[in-house]
Every structure is written in structure tokens, then in C-alpha cells.
């Protein structure tokens, strides 16, 4: 049973930063891509940052994060990781993590980001 646990959320001012991680049990090298999603209140669920696990690590990010985040992983912990730098108010949210071996998808079960102005 595939699992994934966010942590590093919290309240945070606006311009700081915090690293959010989502450690996978099992092995990270069985996905092909791992991605990061949030969802504001009241909001549909958004996708925030793509990393490719296997083709070299690729990533990709939405254009209102690019700049500010970064999205990495380290295979020997298993673990993803989300660098959120110089965060706004409009960041704030739930922030999940999503791994995808196609033709399935597991998710996190979330973690709180704050941000105040």
C-alpha cells in the first residue's frame, strides 16, 4: 500500500518561506512524475509544480508560483520536497502531494499553509 505524508506547513508572513516534504513508503523510483497540488477555501484544487522521477528530473511549474518555488526529490530518502520562497497572502491553502504511476494516482492526505499579509 502506496502511502504519501505531507509535512512543513504552517502560518507563515507574507514574504517569508517554508519547505513543504511528502515522503513516500516505498520506493520514489516506482513513479514516473510526482506533482504538487493546493486548494484555497472555497476553491477548485490547482496544480502547483511537476517533477519527472524518471527522464533526468524535469520540472515544471504554474506560472503564478514560477520564480518562487522550487520542487525537488531525493531518491535515497524517498522524499519530495516544495522550496516556497517570498509567499503571498493568495498562497495560502492545502497543499497535497500526488505521485503518478500511470494509470494510477495517489494523493496525500494535505498540509496547512498560512500566509498572512
Known amino acids: 500500500q502506496v502511502r504519501l505524508v505531507e509535512s512543513g506547513g504552517g502560518l507563515v508572513q507574507a514574504g517569508g518561506s517554508l519547505r513543504l516534504s511528502c515522503e513516500v513508503s516505498?520506493?520514489?523510483?516506482?513513479?514516473?512524475?510526482m506533482n504538487w497540488y493546493r486548494q484555497a477555501p472555497g476553491k477548485q484544487r490547482e496544480w502547483v509544480a511537476l517533477?519527472?522521477?524518471?527522464?533526468?528530473?524535469?520540472?515544471n511549474y504554474a506560472d503564478s508560483v514560477k520564480g518562487r518555488f522550487t520542487i525537488s526529490r531525493d531518491n535515497a530518502k524517498n522524499t519530495m520536497y516544495l522550496q516556497m520562497n517570498s509567499l503571498k497572502a493568495e498562497d495560502t491553502g492545502v497543499y497535497y502531494c500526488n505521485a503518478e504511476s500511470s494509470p494510477r494516482y495517489y494523493w496525500g492526505q494535505g498540509t496547512q499553509v498560512t500566509v498572512s499579509s
Open positions: 516505498g520506493s520514489i523510483v516506482s513513479f514516473n512524475a
Open positions: 517533477i519527472t522521477i524518471t527522464a533526468g528530473g524535469r520540472t
